[in-house]
């Protein structure tokens, strides 16, 4: 079974604060994801990563940036928190980003739900 | 235009019947969909995933694709209050945007005991 893993379920943290989100994957997976996820706006891409070192700009960039050292580890960001920044965030690990196939299906780790105050 | 609506529900359907969720998309290049399950306070998962048109069946749960009419669905037979989740669906973008997956904001569905 795919395992994604995410440093912390649940986050306080203060206006201003960085902040580091840490996932990891255990599949060997090229790609990974950092989502958030608000009431009644589904998931939003933030950034995603198809290899080492790479990294691609998603729908939400701003207020945020990624770090992927190794394949199986892709950090979120967060340079100086601010309140609209509360959300639920999740990162995901796919095989491969073809348009077609199994091996698109993007897998979840538990999340984490990070409150600014 | 939302890139991929659902209704938000909630749909609430007895036990034992079957339930019938609904996605629409605006892309028309899109190749791949899929729908994930999320529990309250959890991560999405995988349930189903349909590449080409007509129905794709796995236990209890259809797909349902229809590309000329832009169109997804799944289909839940003999629902259990286990079933009672938001169900997501999910839809590739082209290869312009490098086949990112677009997200519905999900439809709420209650089984009633």
């Known amino acids: 079974d795919v395992k994604v893993t995410q440093s912390s379920r649940y986050l306080v943290k203060r206006t201003g604060e960085k902040v580091f989100l840490e996932c990891v994957q255990d599949m060997d997976h090229e790609n990974m994801f950092w989502y958030r996820q608000d009431p009644g706006l589904g998931l939003r891409l933030i950034y995603f990563?198809?290899?080492?070192?790479?990294?691609e700009k998603g729908d939400i960039p701003e207020g945020y940036s990624v770090s992927r050292e190794k394949k199986e580890r892709f950090s979120l960001i967060l340079e100086s928190a601010s309140t609209n920044q509360t959300s639920m965030y999740l990162c995901?690990?796919?095989?491969?980003?073809?348009?077609?196939?199994?091996?698109?299906?993007?897998?979840f780790g538990p999340g984490t739900r990070l409150t600014v105050l | 235009q939302k890139e991929v609506e659902q209704n938000s529900g909630p749909l609430s359907v007895p036990e034992g019947a079957i339930a019938s969720l609904n996605c629409t998309y605006s892309?028309?290049?899109?190749?791949?969909f899929f729908w994930y399950r999320q529990y309250s306070g959890k991560s999405p998962e995988l349930i189903m995933s349909i590449y080409s048109n007509g129905d794709k069946e796995d236990g209890r749960f259809t797909a349902q694709l229809n590309k000329a009419s832009q169109y997804v669905s799944l289909l839940i037979r003999d629902s259990q209050p286990s079933d009672s989740a938001t169900y997501l669906c999910a839809v590739t973008r082209g290869m312009d945007s490098n086949y990112q997956l677009i997200w519905g904001a999900g439809t709420k569905l209650i089984i009633k005991p």
């Open positions: 995901a690990s796919s095989y491969t980003v073809s348009g077609q196939g199994e091996k698109d299906t993007q897998y």
């Open positions: 892309d028309r290049v899109s190749q791949s």
């Open positions: 990563s198809y290899d080492v070192k790479m990294k």
